[in-house]
T-cell receptor
Framework: DSGVTQTPKHLITATGQRVTLRCSPR?????VYWYQQSLDQGLQFLIH???????AKGNILERFSAQQFPDLHSELNLSSLELGDSALYFC????????????FGAGSRLTVL | SQQGEEDPQALSIQEGENATMNCSYK?????LQWYRQNSGRGLVHLIL?????REKHSGRLRVTLDTSKKSSSLLITASRAADTASYFC??????????????FGKGTHLIIQP
């Protein structure tokens, strides 16, 4: 157990739907990063929050959004889902906002049918 | 876009042999890290080497960094079946200071044959 909790572990939904993935960072960590892992694209950085504020955006689609709440948990919202959004979504946390070691959660596997 | 590129893409060796995988990157870095991922699981941090370091050891792991060639290597000595996994290098780019997240390569899939 890494200390980073992601729910749900698996999610199957249909095209056009909207889902929310949730992440609780490791105790004491203020930074949350979201990554998408697919076979063809590898691990892609989506977005980074530090202590409730957005710090950096990566290859995140406009249909996707995220936020970090005062208790530091984070949610990634994926809407108007397409087949190509099927992937593993990882949350990772670190103590600071910088070039630090990341602690990853177990991931949420999204399947869009 | 991928910053680090691992080589080889896949590697199969006998238990007890050493495994070497390489990583090349494109821009200046703050540090370079190696992570392991067991099939379908989350990534686990193995080792971090800073841009001003040339070599680092951790147990059976040895990492080298050559900033002039923009490359790194990960050596796993005396491999075990439990080392079967995908290994990723990740870089934190200097200018972004890591706020942009780590950039991962596509990984080397290592298979240890018993």
């Amino acid at each position: 157990d890494s200390g980073v909790t992601q729910t749900p572990k698996h999610l199957i939904t249909a095209t056009g739907q909207r889902v929310t993935l949730r992440c609780s960072p490791r105790s004491g960590d203020l930074s949350v990063y979201w990554y998408q892992q697919s076979l063809d694209q590898g691990l892609q950085f989506l977005i980074h929050y530090y202590n409730g504020e957005e710090r950096a955006k990566g290859n995140i689609l406009e249909r996707f959004s995220a936020q970090q709440f005062p208790d530091l948990h984070s949610e990634l919202n994926l809407s108007s889902l397409e087949l190509g959004d099927s992937a593993l979504y990882f949350c990772a946390s670190s103590e600071y906002s910088g070039a630090n070691v990341l602690t990853f959660g177990a991931g949420s596997r999204l399947t869009v049918l | 876009s991928q910053q680090g590129e691992e080589d080889p893409q896949a590697l199969s060796i006998q238990e007890g042999e050493n495994a070497t995988m390489n990583c090349s990157y494109k821009t200046s870095i703050n540090n370079l890290q190696w992570y392991r991922q067991n099939s379908g699981r989350g990534l686990v941090h193995l080792i971090l080497i800073r841009s001003n370091e040339r070599e680092k050891h951790s147990g059976r792991l040895r990492v080298t960094l050559d900033t002039s060639k923009k490359s790194s290597s990960l050596l796993i000595t005396a491999s075990r079946a439990a080392d079967t996994a995908s290994y990723f290098c990740a870089t934190a780019q200097g200018a972004g200071g890591g706020a942009d997240g780590l950039t991962f390569g596509k990984g080397t899939h290592l298979i240890i044959q018993p």
